[in-house]
């Protein structure tokens, strides 16, 4: 198993075709692809989420973006072996440490919303820094929406409500369009990849452990209406559809291209 850099388009096609959500992260930089026996059997992106400083300085103070990698996204094969993306991950570590020697961090989080608690970073001796809700909207048709990408219904929102603008959706709003808004964690995983950044991980504003979260830590609440919340199952999201999702339908649009 190797890792080299590889095309663009080819690592979102891969993506596309393995990953749960094929909605890219907007700062990727690097797309790497995992090779056995020149074949490609898995994809990891590089770069950072949609707010890299603020990212950072949750967890240090004085510290720039340009001190980590984020994980955007990481997929293999379904057919490979069950410790191969801990082998990626090892890989892709001495990788960030040859090319990008000053890079202090590669740091990720594991969706608990998708029913994930982060059993590879886990494997792969990475340091769990606490958990957090999180927001999403779960459409009429089962499809994912981040709050980021539902400005076009905020305003339609805002419009029916008579209002300025909104930010988040209203409960009659939701109710009367079949949505639903629904919380669960996420859990920040970070691997320190020289000696300055273990040192750091000591005056850092998080406590990062090997304490690790297990399914038994997953929660799902239907937040819909907060006067009537509760706690559910897992949301049984569906990724069929891209009606709300613009990026989805980017990505749409690539499957076309490579047809």
């Known amino acids: 198993m190797l890792v080299r ?6 690592a979102i096609e891969f ?3 393995h990953h749960y959500s094929p909605v890219m992260p907007r700062l990727t930089k690097h797309y790497l692809g995992v090779f056995v026996h020149e074949r490609l059997r898995g994809v990891l992106t590089l770069g950072w989420g949609t707010q890299p ?8 103070d004085g510290l720039e973006s340009d001190s980590y990698w984020e994980i955007g996204k990481m997929c293999m094969d379904d057919d490979m072996p069950r410790n191969s993306e801990s082998q990626m991950l090892s890989l892709v570590i001495r990788w960030i440490k040859q090319q990008h020697p000053s890079k202090l961090f590669l740091y990720t989080m594991a969706d608990g919303i998708m029913g994930k608690c982060g059993y590879v970073y886990q494997a792969s001796n990475f340091l769990f820094g606490e958990k957090y809700w999180t927001q999403v909207y779960m459409m009429n048709n089962g499809e ?8 076009e219904l905020c305003k339609e ?16 709003f939701m109710q009367s369009r079949g949505i639903r808004k629904i919380e669960g964690f996420m859990f920040r995983y970070i691997f ?15 406590v990062w452990t090997r304490n690790y979260p297990k399914d038994s830590d997953l929660l ?12 559910i199952e897992q949301p049984p999201f569906t990724y069929g559809s891209a009606m709300y999702n613009k990026q989805l339908a980017a990505v749409a649009n690539l ?4 047809v």
């Open 220 to 231: 799902w609440r239907d937040v819909t209406c907060r006067k009537s919340m509760q706690y």
């Open 157 to 172: 929102n805002a419009r029916i409500a008579g209002k300025e603008r909104v930010f988040w959706l209203t409960t009659d």
């Open 192 to 206: 320190p990849l020289n000696k300055r950044a273990k040192r750091l991980l000591k005056h850092s504003n998080l």
């Open 15 to 17: 993506i596309q075709q």
């Open 53 to 60: 400083r603020q990212t950072i300085n949750k967890m240090f």
């Open 255 to 258: 499957r076309e291209y490579f």
């Open 5 to 10: 850099e590889i095309n663009k388009y080819d």
């Open 144 to 151: 994912k929406l981040h709050p980021r990408s539902a400005k």
